[in-house]
């Protein structure tokens, strides 16, 4: 399904509901956290609605490079210090007992100054 009318993020992408933009292509939405648990904490979502890493096949391949690729370069724009020193987590939930909330793909890019220790 390229688009899912009830979810939360495929509304944010739509700009039916608000959020606080990153960066934004044709295949790729990013935006804040609305409750953070690192000082520098943004989702990246594929405009594709794709409800987990469960439902990633190989036609994803590029999709998932793409978003990859991205990650470090938006982290550190978003203020993220540079690596070795710096850094940043990227975590994907999956299903319930992986701790997924909501049901379209999103990686959580977190980092900034410790102490943030959660998850």
Not at 17 to 42: C, L, N, Q, R
Not at 85 to 99: A, F, K, L, M, Q
């Amino acid at each position: 399904m390229m688009h899912d009318p009830n979810c939360l993020f495929c509304k944010i992408i739509e700009g039916k509901i608000p959020s606080k933009k990153v960066y934004e292509d044709e295949h790729v939405f990013a935006f804040h956290d609305i409750a953070p648990w690192a000082p520098v904490h943004f989702l990246m979502v594929p405009k594709l609605h794709i409800p987990s890493m469960a439902q990633i096949t190989p036609e994803h391949s590029a999709l998932m490079g793409h978003m990859m690729a991205l990650a470090p370069k938006l982290a550190l724009e978003q203020g993220c210090r540079p690596y070795p020193d710096g850094g940043y987590r990227i975590v994907t939930n999956t299903g319930s007992e992986g701790g997924q909330e909501v049901h379209h793909l999103h990686f959580h890019v977190m980092g900034g100054p410790r102490p943030w220790l959660r998850g």
